[in-house]
C-alpha cells in the first residue's frame, strides 16, 4: 500500500471552499454556498477518517509528509511539511468531525442573513488555519496557522460588524491574542538560537539529552514560559482571558466552533506538543499548573451570577480551559488531551443548544427571560441535558471521566491542586444546572406569546440568528438538531475510550497517546511534578498497585458528592424556592456586584492599561510629538521660507537700472575681496 496519505489535501480542501464562496458567493444562491460550505468541510473530515484508517499501517510514525523546502538561513532551515501522529491525529478528527457538525448546524442558523456567503467563507477559512496548525512539523508553520486562526475569529467574532459591540469585541480578541503570540515568537527566537532550527523532530531530539533545570531557570525554562504566554492568549487564560466572553457577540455558531472545540484548543495543544520542552522545565510547568488552576476556579466563580446564556458557557469555557492547563501542568499531558477531547463533544453542543434555545424565544439570551421551554423544545432539552451532565462530571457521561482523570493525577502532583479543581467541579456543576433550571423548568417568563398561540414551524420560516418564530416559542429545524443529536450521543459515549483501571477499564486512549508522551521524562524525572506514567508515578503503581486503585476509587466518591450537591444546591435555589437567590443576593450585595460585575477586571485593565495608552498616545504623541515638535518645526521652517522668499521678490523689480545696480555692487565687493586676499 502506498503509504502516502496526501495529508495536505485535508486543509486545502476547507481553503478552497474559502475561496469560492468569498469570491463567487455574493452573486451566487444560499443553495449554491451551502453546497459549497458543507462539501468542502466534509470532504476535509471524511480525508481525515481515511488517514485515521490508515494510521496504523503505516510504516513509521511519526508520519511526515514533505511538501516543499521553505526558509533556508546559513545553518537554519525550514521546511514546508506536515507530522501525523497520535497527538495530531485526535486533534484532526475533532477539528475537522466538530467543525463539519457546526458547519451543517450553521445552515439552518444563518439561512436569512444577508451574509450567508460570506459566514461560510469565514468558517472555511478558518478550519484551514486551525488544519495547518494541528499539521505542522514545525513551530513556523505552527504560528502561520496560530496567527491565521486568530484573524479568522477576528473576522467571525465581528461578523456582525455594524454593530458596536460585535465590532469592539473582535478589534478586543485580536489586540489581546497579539499580546500573547510576542511571548510565543520570542520563545521561537529563543529556539532557534539554542537549536538552529524550529522543526518538531529536531529540536525535541536536541533537548531530550537535557536533563531537568531543577537548579534554577535555565534557558528551556525561558522558553517553557514564553510558549505559555503564547498560549494563555488563544486559549484564555489568566491575564490574558478578557477577549473570550465578549467574544460572544458572534454568530452562536461561531461560539461553538472557535471558543468551545478547536481555537481556544491550540494552546493546549501547543503545550502538549512541547512537552519534552516542559518536563525539562518544571518551573515552566508549575507556572502552567498555577495558571490553569487559578484560571479553572476563577472563571468559574465568574459563571455563577451571569444571566446571559452565552456568557455562562463562556466563562465555562475558560474554566475548562484551565482544568486542561493544569492536567498539562502536573505533567498529564494525554489527561489534558483527553478532556479537550471530551470539552469539544459537550461544550460544542452546549453551545449549539443554547443558539437553538435562542433561535426559540425570538433572539433572547437573558436567562431570566426563559424558564419552562423543555416543553415546547424537547430536542433542544433532551440534548443540552446530555451536555449539562457531561460537563458537570456525572457518572457515566463524557465529562465525568475525562475530569475524574485531571482531578486524580492533580491529587498526585499536589493535594492544593487537587483541592482547588474538586471546589471548581461543584461550582461547575451548580452554575450548569441553574442554567438548566432557569432555562427549561418553572414558568415561562419572556414576552412570546401564551401557550395555545405556540406551534412548530418548518424550516423554511425559522432560519436566522433571531429566529423569526411567526407563532411564539418552536423548535429548531432538523438540519440544526441533526449535530445536537449527534454530539450529544458523543458527549455521552465520548469518554469511554478513556475508562481508567480503578474503574474496571484500561484507558485505551492513555495507550494510544503513550507513543508520544510516555518515556519522554528527563533521567532526572524525580524532581518533576508527577505526571502520566513516567518514571515516578510508575514505580508507584507498581509498589502499591491496589492502594492507588482504591485511593483513584475514593477521590472518584468524593468529586461525583460534591457533583450532585451542585445539582441539589440549583434545585434549590432556582426550582424549589426561586425567590431565594434574589434574597441572598440582597443580603451578600457587594459580593454579588463584584461577580456579576466579573471583579471588575476588564475596568481594572481599562484603568491600568488602556486609557494611559490612549492618553499617552494622544497627548505625547499626537500633540507633543507630532503636533508641537513635527508639525512646528515643519510649520516654522515654512514661515521661515516666506520671510526670505518675501524679501528676495523685492529685490525683482522689473528695474533694469536697478538690476545694473545690483550687479555693479556685487562686482565692487568681490573686486575688493581679492584685493584684499592679494595684500596678505
Sequence with gaps: MNPNLNLWLIPILPLAGAAINGFFGKKSSRQAVTVVGLFFSGAAFAWALQAAFRFASLPQIPYQEFLAHWIRSGSFGVDFAFYLDPLSLVMLLVVTGVGFLIHIYSVGYMWEDPGYYR????????????????????????????????????LLIGFW????????????????????????????????QHFHSLTFSTVFNAVRPYGAETAGAGFLTAIGILLMVGACGKSAQIPLYIWLPDAMEGPTPVSALIHAATMVTA?????????????RAPIALTVVAIIGTLTAFFAATIGI??????????????SQLGYMFMACGVGAFSAGIFHLMTHAFFKGLLFLAAGSVIHAVGGEQDMRMMGGLRTKIPWTFWTMTAATLAISGIPGFSGFFSKDEILWRAYQASWAYWLVG???????????FRLWFMTFFGKYRGKAESSHDIETHSAHDTHGQHGHGHGGIHESPKVMLV???????????????????????????????????HGSAPANAQNQPVGEKGATEQTTENSEPERGASAELLFTGISVALAFAGFGLAWLLYYKDPQLPGKIAASLSRTYDAVSHKYYVDEIYAAVFVKPLINGSSKILWQGVDRNVIDAAVNESAEGARHLSDEVRHMQSGNIRSYAGWVALGSAVVIAYMIWMGVR
Excluded at 484551514?128 to 477576528?154: D, K
Aim: proline share 2%; hydrophobic share 55%; no cysteine.
Design 119 to 154: 459566514f461560510f467563507s469565514y468558517l472555511n477559512l478558518f478550519l484551514f488555519f486551525m488544519l495547518t496548525l494541528v499539521l505542522a512539523n514545525n513551530y513556523l508553520l505552527m504560528f502561520i496557522g496560530w496567527e491565521g486562526v486568530g484573524l479568522a475569529s477576528y
Design 161 to 192: 460588524f455594524t454593530k458596536d459591540s460585535a465590532a469592539a469585541a473582535g478589534k478586543k480578541a485580536f489586540i489581546v491574542n497579539r499580546i500573547g503570540d510576542f511571548g510565543f515568537l520570542i520563545g521561537l527566537f529563543l529556539l532557534i
Design 267 to 279: 494552546g493546549v495543544y501547543m503545550v502538549a506538543r512541547s512537552h519534552v520542552i516542559f518536563e
Design 305 to 318: 451570577a451571569q444571566t446571559d446564556i452565552k456568557k455562562v458557557l463562556a466563562y465555562s469555557t475558560v
Design 422 to 432: 474538586v471546589v471548581t467541579a461543584f461550582i461547575t456543576s451548580f452554575y450548569m
Design 483 to 517: 449535530p445536537l443529536v449527534i454530539l450529544a450521543i458523543l458527549s455521552v459515549v465520548g469518554g469511554y475510550v478513556g475508562v481508567p483501571g480503578s474503574l474496571g477499564g484500561s484507558n485505551r486512549f492513555d495507550k494510544f497517546l503513550a507513543p508520544v508522551f
